[in-house]
């Protein structure tokens, strides 16, 4: 499968201030990517996602970037909270149904 | 979104014995999947579940290990066959919504050999 990676393990941020979690793919024909919280003892929860068409979307204190000359992708949260912290992954697609997930990050949020 | 919910949330095991986790979905889905997630690690997609037809495996895995069934649009089986230790994992269904293509996740169940 596609080889999807990422550049921080762990991020710690101080409550209130904005988080940014980095995502670097490797298949240049993926065109649908998604990120996901998981906390602890759940499943992946979906939060947003992007196709290559597009090099931004936002959502509710969200907003992914995708930079397809690089193959990079990032996922910016607003003001972080204390019930941001989650494990946070990427995942791409070049078919619409076969995802494959980046190692994860590590969001801790420091009241 | 669809609700999905897995059976069981989690279990110990022995080795050499055989778990059959269950996926069921509030609604029709075209796409069912099955991922394991590795103590700390990521996601890593098993197979797809096709409907009326035999499951398609990712490579490193296969159907003598994980056979899976896919009996209507809305319920899957994975079996986790002849258990070790290295098994020991969270494993996940998701479904395709059809209409967008997202991909939403169960709950997950939690396996453990011992």
């Known amino acids: 499968g596609e080889s999807v990676g990422l550049h921080l393990p762990t991020l710690s941020v101080q409550e209130g201030d904005n988080s940014i979690i980095n995502c670097a793919y490797s298949?240049?024909?993926?065109?649908?990517f998604i990120w996901y919280k998981q906390e602890s003892g759940k499943g992946p929860q979906f939060i947003i996602d992007?196709?290559?068409?597009?090099d931004k979307r936002q959502g509710q204190r969200v907003t992914v970037l995708l930079n397809k000359t690089v193959k990079h992708l990032s996922l910016q949260i607003a003001a972080t909270q204390p019930g941001d912290s989650a494990v946070y992954f990427c995942?791409?697609?070049?078919?619409?149904?076969?995802?494959?997930f980046g190692s994860g990050t590590k969001l801790n949020v420091k009241p | 979104s669809a609700v999905i919910s897995q059976k069981p949330s989690r279990d110990i095991c022995q080795r050499g014995t055989s778990l059959t986790i269950q996926c069921q979905v509030d609604?029709?889905?075209?796409?069912m999947f099955w991922y394991r997630q590795q103590p700390g690690q990521s996601l890593t997609l098993i197979a797809t579940?096709?409907?009326?037809?035999?499951?398609?495996?990712e490579s490193g895995f296969v159907i003598d290990k994980f056979p899976i069934s896919r009996p209507n649009l809305t319920f899957s089986t994975l079996t986790v066959s002849n258990m070790s230790p290295e098994d020991s994992s969270i494993y996940l269904c998701?479904?395709?919504?059809?209409?967008?293509?997202?991909?939403?996740f169960g709950p997950g169940t939690r396996l453990t050999v011992l």
């Open positions: 609604s029709q889905v075209t796409m």
């Open positions: 579940a096709n409907q009326g037809s035999e499951a398609t495996y």
């Open positions: 298949n240049s024909a993926s065109d649908y």
């Open positions: 998701s479904v395709d919504e059809g209409s967008t293509d997202t991909q939403y």
């Open positions: 995942a791409e697609s070049n078919n619409f149904n076969k995802f494959y």
């Open positions: 992007i196709r290559s068409n597009m």
